[in-house]
């Protein structure tokens, strides 16, 4: 075994796990903010998430077409195609809760969810449609703006690309941003009461369908902006590239504690760096018996062994109390 | 009012439902009935553009040489199935297609973790199968009589690779695949003669991750291999070459024929220039026969023939010529004459002189080593061909 390899790679393996754990972690909000509030799984968020990758790559190729890519500073067209895709994701998720939620909210909890997991399938084919009909394309890609590529080199072994420092400023400053409202607001107290009793804190005067609808809101435009960066990172996206990311971004959710924002955080960043870990390192330590098509296996071993001593998650579970 | 509307609609529904009834009650024509050549091939998803390739070069031969079947009273029809690059709905399309009597051939799979498992439900009726792209050694190895392939083999082509490695002075490789029978199966192919041939082989590695691939690439960076093999498809090639090319891997890149298409230049771009490939399938422009068929399929399409698809139109010529053969009695040929047919054509076609050995192998593939030259889609025909071979299949005795 070649240790000084091990060890070399190893904040480069971290880099990239983070990076990926920022992603998860921006996903799992969606999951997590849905349950804290409905005690219910909006399997359908993995298809909100890959819409604002979609919102994101259409608009970056109509400023392409228009000439504009390269004529506009890099850091506004960045911005332009996140604010882009968090409304569109946003906007989806609330319109999904209307449609297909709301008129089930008082079924018996199962039914919802079959709803969810139709409009996951309904959203994954519409998307194919569109971009069949529109583009005649199954695979989109990523418009390169050179300066994404530009890296920088920390030491020999480890540097980090422009585009991998705008992942995590992006996704440090928008969990920022919600850790804010949800703690220090009025909106955030409301969502909080909604979360912990609903008929309570409809009568204290907060109109619950109002603070659910913002709920999604804003987890919607939390996995739309997970999408873009997503799409900036990876370069490639198509109809079905939301389902994986957003079973591990769920998975996060729970690591940390369903329905604990925090938790949700914490949860991405863990399985981010569990599953790049072991992408990295599982063929360099086994000789090549276990390659990186085990990196899942490995990381969610490592998952349910965590659960086993911490059931309810990493910071606990949240769950209302019971009118 | 209302009841019109809902007669209308009930109406338009029927009429709907009449029209996707596929080959549902066919007019009977005036003759001895119908004959109809399938494909199978991915029509929709992210390997649709060579899928696409194979069912129109397919329609274009039996477009054109559906003369002589008809002059001998058949009505001849293609039928294009769209097997989804997934090995399930291909199966279940095979169960469709035996079901219906009138296909005596079919045009197909591009995938060979696809064609293998149909190919077993096509053997139950000795319904003939004429595989424009499948290399997988296993298509042609199970010596069934109804299978058999106009392209070459991955057990050549991953020789031809490692070869063609070792003449670039290169080194060291490290060899990652997709964990198809297709991809893995022609690393494995790559590896074992890099290792005979006494190449460093660095690592060998398997995903099915299509869009992060940075936890891959890290190791390989530090470990800086003269080249790197690829065993897999393009939509899963081009991200990965792309993602290593700007995290700065500096080493030479090289895939099989899966790498051969125009979208591998549409999602790596300037990444992949000066990538080598190896094909069973070499591009139609170098094919001297082939510049009638590449024209007429842009006057037809409007575009580009996609590799396989001259391939394609040479397996649907073939299965034409057999059922041709077969018909010579005068009714309607039998599915287990067209299959003994097959094996009988010799036909001078565009990739070459086409002539089956015992296990449906072709007497003589051709082999390519290409290299891609721009990072434009359109140009993706003006690849560089930088070595070509006609090899036979390695005879029985020489395998494992």
Redesign the interface.
């Not at chain 1, 990172?233 to 198509?238: K, R």
């Not at chain 1, 599953?275 to 390192?281: H, I, P």
């Given at each position: 075994m070649d240790l000084p390899?091990l060890l070399?790679?190893l904040p480069?393996?971290l880099l990239?796990?983070l990076?990926?754990g920022f992603m998860y972690a921006l996903i799992a909000l969606g999951y997590t903010m849905v349950y804290g509030v409905l005690e219910f799984i909006n399997f359908a968020h993995s298809e909100i998430f890959i819409v604002g990758a979609f919102v994101g790559v259409e608009l970056l190729l109509g400023l392409k077409s228009a000439g504009l890519l390269d004529a506009l500073p890099w850091p506004l067209v960045l911005v332009l195609v996140l604010v882009a895709g968090m409304a569109a994701s946003g906007v989806l998720a609330v319109t999904v809760e209307r449609v297909a939620y709301r008129p089930l909210r008082h079924a018996p909890r199962l039914i919802p969810l079959i709803s969810a997991i139709g409009i996951s399938f309904f959203l994954q084919d519409a998307i194919?449609l569109f971009e069949?009909l529109w583009r005649n394309a199954?695979?989109l890609?990523y418009p390169?703006m050179d300066v994404l590529?530009v890296?920088f080199e920390l030491t020999q072994?480890v540097?980090v690309?422009v585009k991998s420092l705008v992942v995590i400023v992006a996704a440090l400053a928008m969990l920022g941003v919600l850790h804010l409202l949800v703690n220090r607001t009025k909106v955030g107290t409301a969502i909080r009461a909604v979360a912990e009793d609903q008929a309570a804190a409809s009568l204290m005067g907060i109109n619950v369908n109002r603070i659910i609808s913002l709920t999604f809101l804003i987890g919607g435009a939390m996995g739309g902006a997970a999408g873009v960066l997503?799409g900036v990172?990876?370069?490639?996206?198509?109809p079905y590239?939301g389902f994986i990311p957003g079973l591990k971004a769920f998975t996060a959710a729970v690591l940390g504690g369903i329905g604990n924002i925090p938790g949700a955080m914490l949860g991405g960043l863990v399985l981010g760096l569990l599953?790049?870990?072991?992408?990295?390192?599982l063929?360099?330590l086994t000789g090549?018996a276990f390659?990186?098509?085990y990196?899942d296996i490995f990381a969610f071993s490592v998952l349910i062994v965590i659960l086993i001593f911490r059931p309810k998650g990493l910071l606990g579970e949240v769950i209302r109390g019971r009118a | 009012m209302k009841n019109s509307i809902v007669r209308s609609v009930v109406g338009v529904l029927v009429v709907l439902a009449l029209a996707m009834v596929p080959g549902g009650a066919p007019i009977e024509a005036q003759g001895k009935g119908t004959v109809k050549i399938a494909t199978q091939s991915p029509l929709s998803g992210g390997q649709a553009a060579l899928g696409e390739g194979i069912k129109l070069g397919a329609q274009l031969a039996v477009e054109k040489f559906k003369g002589p079947l008809e002059k001998m009273g058949f009505k001849v029809e293609f039928v294009p199935y769209d097997d989804q690059a997934k090995p399930d709905v291909g199966v279940s399309n095979s169960k469709n297609i035996i079901a219906d009597k009138d296909i005596l051939a079919i045009i197909g799979h591009l995938n060979s973790g696809v064609a293998i498992p149909s190919s077993e439900v096509y053997k139950e009726v000795s319904l003939a199968m004429i595989s424009p792209a499948n290399t997988n050694p296993t298509v042609t190895d199970r010596k069934y009589t109804n299978v058999n392939r106009v392209c070459g083999r991955d057990d050549v082509q991953g020789v031809v690779g490692s070869e063609f490695a070792k003449s670039l002075t290169v080194k060291s490789v490290y060899v990652i695949h997709d964990k198809t029978p297709y991809g893995q199966g022609v690393a494995e192919f790559f590896r074992d003669d890099a290792k005979k041939k006494g190449l460093n082989v660095l690592g060998f590695e398997g995903t099915e991750e299509k869009s992060n691939f940075d936890p891959i690439v890290t190791p390989i960076r530090a470990r800086n291999p003269d080249l790197i093999y690829f065993g897999g498809i393009y939509d899963q090639g081009a991200p990965f070459f792309k993602q290593a090319r700007e995290k700065g891997v500096k080493s030479k890149f090289m895939g099989p024929d899966g790498m051969d298409s125009s979208d591998l230049a549409k999602i790596a771009g300037k990444n992949v220039v000066g990538m080598y490939y190896t094909s069973a399938a070499g591009p139609a422009s170098a094919l001297p026969k082939a510049k009638q068929f590449v024209e007429d399929f842009k006057k037809k399409f409007g575009k580009n023939p996609e590799p396989y698809a001259a391939e394609a139109y040479d397996a649907a010529t073939v299965a034409l010529k057999a059922i041709e053969a077969a018909a010579k009695g005068g009714k309607a040929p039998a599915r287990e004459d067209v299959s003994v047919a097959v094996r009988k054509v010799k036909l001078a076609g565009i990739t070459g002189d086409i002539e089956f050995d015992g296990k449906g192998d072709r007497k003589k593939a051709l082999y390519f080593v290409l290299q891609v030259a721009s990072d434009d889609p359109q140009k993706w025909g003006d690849n560089k061909i930088v070595k070509q071979l006609a090899i036979a299949p390695p005879s029985a005795t020489a395998q494992k």
């Open positions: 390899l070399g790679i480069q393996v990239d796990g990076i990926l194919r069949s199954f695979n890609v390169t590529n890296r072994t540097d690309s997503f990172q990876y370069g490639l996206i198509n590239t599953e790049a870990l072991a992408a990295s390192y063929s360099l090549g390659g990186a098509e990196k | -």
